[in-house]
């Protein structure tokens, strides 16, 4: 993503591949500072461009245009690769000292993914996942509560692979994290879960007493091309119209399909009846434009159309509503991406866009507003360098209709 937050504050990525991070105070005062080239001319990076970013709750992972892997945060559960021990200071599990915090980013060497360069990574709750150029999975982070990992029941410390028999031995060309789960797609269409299930993030109604599904399952309700004879039974789309995105966030995910159809899960977190995926509206809805990319927040999912207008489909009743873009007389959007109640887009021109409620001190802003033009000289979001065709397939994470690789950038 081009834009990303966690506890810590907003982390976002421009054009020229640097990092920059800020907080807003309720006089809405923007302090913007670059972490890519700080003082005493130390390189954070090691002189990389960064190109997407990913957050957790208190943890934070970016990936560069040379395909390596660096995080930062907070490291209790292991959630940043790194070995470092966590030093108990009181009775509660949380209760550390600052080494478990890793101030500057932490580079993970690709030795640790196979020598395979990183094409993307996304953050849970305190754990991570990377999917790699050979189409392998790589997670490390808590699983003993939750098995977000895919790996049973122990802590990875380090980025371990999930086996890819675990995946049919189908390439992956998409993860994404929820809080406590994790989604992966298949270069086949097919989306695989795993992790808690406790108010419906597999898209399934698991045995009671067992909410938490350990190694990656099948999600047969969704339309593929790999699992034809599942997706019909199930009633989704037609099989040539396969998935070709996945998101997830807190307890929420959604999926995009080929001719931008959307299906989202769960809608009611506690009536186990609506966990299943289901698809937002027909081939009429978002005024007949194809949807290109989702993002889930605490209440609602974002979606951003293909004529560049940005939406708002409500959990349960799956209303859309629009509410930005060309005809609120914007720049189109290209990406966007949420955090518990506050959501951020990104247009064409680089422009950054907030709304919601990003701290409990202020009103929430129902609409987008103008947040940034434009940091240090640059433009929000590394598409801008790129042909069209690529950016889309940046906005959108590896999209095959855009005919997006897991090559690299």
Known sequence: MAVVRGCNGVVLVTERGDVWTYKEVPERDTRVTCVTHPEAGVEIYDGERIFMVAAGCMHYACVSAKGSVFTWGRNEEHQLGTTFEPVLVGHNRYS????????????LDKTLF????AVMVACG????????????VWTFGQTCHTNPTGHGTNIIRVPTLIPVENFDSVPIV???AGQAHTVVLGDDGRVWTCGSNRHGQQGRVTQQ????????ALLDALPSRGGAAQAQAAGACATDDAVVLVAADGDKSAAVTHRGAL????RHASDSSTWHPVRVGTDSAFRGSPVLMVACAQSHWLVVCEDGALW?????TLLQTCIGGPQFGQPKFVTVSAYRKQSFGVTE????????QPDERWAADELPRLTLRQVGGARIGPCHSLSQMQALAFAMGTHCRLGASTAGP
């Open 114 to 117: 196979g020598a395979s360069p």
């Open 263 to 266: 299906w989202v899960w769960p």
């Open 349 to 356: 021109d680089g422009e950054l866009y907030t709304w919601g």
């Open 96 to 107: 550390y000292r600052q080494s478990t915090t890793a101030d500057r980013p932490v580079r």
């Open 125 to 136: 709750g305190v754990h991570t996942v990377v999917l790699t150029a050979a189409g392998g």
């Open 209 to 216: 007493g067992r909410d938490r599904v350990h190694a990656p």
């Open 312 to 316: 708002k489909v409500d959990n349960g």
């Open 174 to 176: 998409m993860v994404a």
